[in-house]
């Protein structure tokens, strides 16, 4: 029954950003880079990086209600939690070593660049 209804869930997520390709989410969160270190902004950059931290903090967000929810880890992290900036990091290096994963939803990709750094053993 929980799946039943955690699926529910999913059906009524919003639909753009859930179809949002890896390679999007890339190009979003390359903004963060480009402010952190200092370089020439780009006109969107702002709201670039925004998205991206809101995209990557309600996945994280969603992870921790399925948690609770199905009352299981899905990602085995630190108790002390990840760093603010981890997600993305974690993300972006996936698609590094896996450019193949960039035409993929952003989802999908995050979820396999999660699992495969907090993969629960």
């Known amino acids: 029954m929980r799946w039943v209804i955690f699926l529910g869930i999913l059906a009524i997520s ?6 949002m390709k890896a390679i999007d989410l890339e190009k979003h969160c390359r903004a963060v880079d480009r402010i952190v270190e200092g370089r020439e902004i780009l006109e969107t950059d702002v709201s670039d990086a925004a998205l991206c931290i809101g995209y990557l ?4 967000d969603t992870v921790q209600v399925m ?3 199905l009352e299981t880890e899905i990602f085995c992290i630190p108790p ?7 997600t993305r990091r974690v993300f972006m290096k ?3 070593e896996n450019p193949t ?3 993929e939803t952003a989802r ?3 979820w ?6 907090f993969a629960c053993r």
């Open 112 to 117: 396999l660049a999660m699992n495969r750094s």
């Open 67 to 69: 948690e609770n929810f």
């Open 94 to 96: 996936f698609l590094e």
């Open 108 to 110: 999908s990709t995050l």
């Open 80 to 86: 002390e939690g990840l760093p603010s900036d981890q």
């Open 101 to 103: 994963e960039l035409s």
């Open 57 to 60: 903090g309600g996945f994280m």
């Open 14 to 19: 919003n639909p753009t950003l859930a179809q």
